[in-house]
């Protein structure tokens, strides 16, 4: 079974660029999840989607971030524009449903270096 | 609000010694409680897990048991290995969280043979 993707492994911009990340769930995964991990610090929940609703967008900085899972399978991350602390690494994950105890299955990440 | 917190690092062990890592954890209700391991340049696995209290995860020779007395739920390995060498995650989700992971801050281990 294939894990989930992501996509680029890497990216260098210059603060007030933009960037786009893309994740592909698991076939069959209903909920998606953003997290945003600096370094030296573990993950931290950004968005949830459940299929292509948003769940929980509580800790998503809207005024720069954005989010979409249109058809309920891939989902892209955006910022915009970027600031010097976001250089982190941004994990994707994915569940087959939204149960307490249900596994979530993490991507390798991208890791945003913000000049 | 509900939190984790485990034990800092960086670790370095010997092959085939004693290996513990501290987690505890303030939630309200019954938490899951998770313990996942990242290798370098991969993503997060989950390593093992325990739903309720009294449970023990086992994985790959590491355990775990969920304490609720003493809120922790520590990891454990009586041997470790070399491949070991990977930084550890203890992480939760509450009882009204809506399915969202509260991470520790990890703890890097390094195995010398």
């Known amino acids: 079974e294939a894990g989930v993707a992501q996509s680029p492994r890497y990216k260098i911009i210059e603060k007030r660029q933009s960037v786009a990340f893309w994740c592909n769930p698991i076939s069959g995964h209903a909920t998606l999840y953003w997290y945003q991990q600096i370094l030296g610090q573990g993950p931290k929940l950004l968005i949830q989607f459940q299929n292509n609703g948003v769940v929980d967008d509580s800790q998503l900085p809207k005024d720069r971030f954005s989010a979409e899972r249109l058809k309920g399978v891939d989902s892209t991350l955006k910022i915009q524009p970027a600031k010097l602390e976001d250089s982190a690494v941004y994990l994707c994950?994915?569940?087959?449903?939204?149960?307490?105890?249900?596994?979530?299955?993490f991507g390798p990440g991208t890791r945003l270096t913000v000049l | 609000g509900d939190s984790v917190t485990q034990m800092e690092g960086p670790v370095t062990l010997s092959e085939e010694a004693f290996l513990t890592i501290n987690c505890t954890y303030t939630?309200?209700?019954?938490?899951?409680l998770f313990w996942y391991v990242q290798y370098p340049g991969e993503g997060l696995q989950l390593l093992l897990k325990?739903?309720?209290?009294?449970d023990k995860g086992s994985n790959k020779g590491f355990e775990a048991t969920y304490r609720k007395e003493t809120t922790s739920f520590h990891l454990e390995k009586g041997s470790v290995q070399v491949s070991d060498s990977a930084v550890y995650f203890c992480a939760l989700i509450g009882a009204n969280t809506g399915n969202q992971f509260y991470f520790g801050t990890g703890t890097s281990l390094t195995v010398i043979p």
């Open positions: 994950a994915s569940s087959l449903v939204r149960g307490r105890a249900d596994t979530q299955y």
């Open positions: 325990a739903t309720k209290a009294d």
């Open positions: 939630a309200t209700g019954y938490p899951s």
